[in-house]
Each structure stands twice: as C-alpha cells, then as structure tokens.
C-alpha cells in the first residue's frame, strides 16, 4: 500500500510537471509566432489598439482591407475576421479588446451559416480556450458548454488543439495574414459555379442572444458598430438575411447590405470562389463600405 501511495503521488507529480511544461512552451510560441493566427490572435487579445476593427467569419477575413479603410477615413483598422468563426467566438473576441480600450468603429460582417444556422456550438470554442483568463471569457466559454471550466485547469487541454498552428506559426506560417490582419487571395474563379439561391434563415436563439449583448456593449461604451452582407457570387436577394435585417432596424444599428449587389455578384474577376472575393473584389468592396461608413460617422456625429 506504501509503495503504491509514493508511486501515485510520483504520478501525480510528473503529470503536473509536464502540464506546467507544456504550458510553458506553448506560451512561449504564442508570443513568439512569425505571423499567421497565433500572432493574429495575441495581437488582438493584448494589444490592439486600432480605432476601426472588422468582425465576422473567412468572409470578413478576405474582403475587408484594412489599409483601404486607413487611407478613406483616417483611422487606424485592423481585421478580426476568422475561418469558420461566428458570433459565439468573436463576442469573445470582441469582449478580449473592449476590457482593454473602446474602439471607435467596429464593423461585423455577419454570415448565415455562422452567425444564423444552429450547429455544434463547440466548434466555436477553439482558440479562444487560451485566453479564458480575460474577464467574460470564461461566461462564455460556460455558456457554451459548463463542463469547460474545469476542463480548462489543465494546460494541456487548454492549448492541445491549437498547438500544431502554434508550432507552425513559429516555423512557416500557413495563412498569409499582413500586419493588419486582412488575408488576400489572388486566385480568379475561372469557372461558372453552381449556385443556389438561399432562403429565409431561421436564427438561432443563442447566437441572436449574442448579438443582442454585442448592441447592448457598443451602445454602453459609445461604439458605433456597423452590420454587412459583403458579396455573394450570383446572389440575387439577401433573403437568407431578412430576420437579422429586422433586427437591425429594431435596434437602429446601420446595415450595410452588398450580399446581392450588382456590383460585385457577377463578376467572377472579383471572386477567388462563390463564397469570397479576392483582393481586387476585396479592395472595390473595401472602398465601396468605406465610402458608406464615413457618411454613418458624419451623421452619427
């Protein structure tokens, strides 16, 4: 009984070790990364202090450029979009930069298949596991789904998902994100997709609630948050948005609505694939929304 007490404290001792290890090293690569999401992702978390920030999934990630929306307005910008993110990570995100500072303008490209459809809400929960440490974070995270908040004690829970970008990020970084955090993509669809026209979305009574808290905190602390349906190729309503539309006008948030905007959605020059622009789509977007954002500014001021 003796041998077998000393043997399990033994155990015990190296596997906290190794989870003290393990965290170690994996907060070194986050403040060490090149580039790519690891660095995007400390940057916003601890450092942003950009006057304009863009919100939303790979849609705002590679339609909104920064640089662009700088030269139209003056204003500092950086580019929060994520892959395959919605509401339920970047209200996190969102709530990493306003515990430090307020922004002046944030804009949230809202996407149907992330921020609207129901799905698996812990796919959202990734990466922003590493900082739960920031004051709301955890809420969220055990709003999600409670068991999290245990879970996340550990270190090798905490950053096991996200390590291989970690290690990536520090060696050769596979996003091309620049400095302010837009990701281009220079491809040109040479071919004609299939498209089909979407319906009216039923919105998911978490993610609306989500979006509820993001109005509530602009309002609270003087932000004024812009909505937007950037381009879809072929499109030829924004339907598929007529719930959140409404929202919109309920709370009187401005909505900036190109999803089926002649300007854009027949024009394969400006798409990568039906579902993104590429840079040059992304900047005549980019100066198109910038355009409409100084007038809101002018008007809200």
């Known amino acids: 009984m003796k041998k077998f007490i000393i043997w399990f404290i033994a155990f015990v001792v190296v596997i906290v070790a190794v989870d003290f290890g393990f965290g170690a090293a994996c907060r070194y690569l986050i403040a060490h990364a090149k580039a790519g999401f690891t660095q995007s992702h400390e940057y916003v978390a601890n450092h942003c202090e950009d006057e304009v920030l863009i919100f939303g999934s790979s849609r705002a990630l590679h339609h909104y450029v920064p640089e662009v929306i700088t030269d139209s307005l003056g204003m500092s910008c950086y580019n929060c979009g994520m892959d395959g993110n919605g509401i339920l990570y970047l209200y996190s995100r969102f709530l990493m930069v306003t515990n430090r500072y307020a922004p002046k303008v944030v804009i949230y490209d809202v996407s149907s298949s992330f921020d609207l459809a129901s799905d698996d809400y812990s796919k959202y929960l990734g990466w922003q596991k590493r900082y739960a440490d920031i004051p709301g974070v955890m809420d969220v995270?055990?709003?999600?789904?409670?068991?999290?908040?245990?879970?996340?004690?550990?270190?090798?829970?905490?950053?096991?998902?996200?390590?291989?970008?970690?290690?990536?990020?520090?060696?050769?970084?596979?996003?091309?994100?620049?400095?302010?955090?837009?990701?281009?993509?220079?491809?040109?669809?040479?071919?004609?997709?299939?498209?089909?026209?979407?319906?009216?979305?039923?919105?998911?009574?978490?993610?609306?609630?989500?979006?509820?808290?993001?109005?509530?905190?602009c309002h609270e602390k003087g932000i004024l948050l812009i909505f937007a349906y950037s381009p879809m190729y072929g499109m030829q309503s924004s339907v598929v948005y007529d719930e959140f539309t409404a929202f919109c006008k309920e709370h009187n948030v401005p909505l900036l609505d190109y999803y089926a905007s002649a300007d854009f959605v027949h024009k394969k020059k400006y798409f990568s694939d039906s579902n993104h622009l590429n840079d040059t789509g992304a900047r005549e977007y980019t100066m198109a929304v910038a355009r409409e954002v100084k007038e809101?500014?002018?008007e809200d001021n």
């Open 141 to 217: 995270i055990a709003d999600i789904n409670p068991t999290e908040k245990w879970k996340l004690k550990s270190n090798l829970y905490k950053y096991n998902g996200s390590f291989l970008q970690m290690l990536t990020d520090n060696v050769h970084p596979a996003h091309t994100l620049d400095k302010t955090g837009y990701e281009p993509s220079f491809k040109v669809m040479d071919y004609e997709p299939e498209v089909k026209q979407h319906t009216r979305a039923n919105w998911d009574a978490k993610k609306k609630s989500y979006f509820e808290k993001l109005v509530s905190d």
């Open 296 to 298: 809101i500014i002018v």
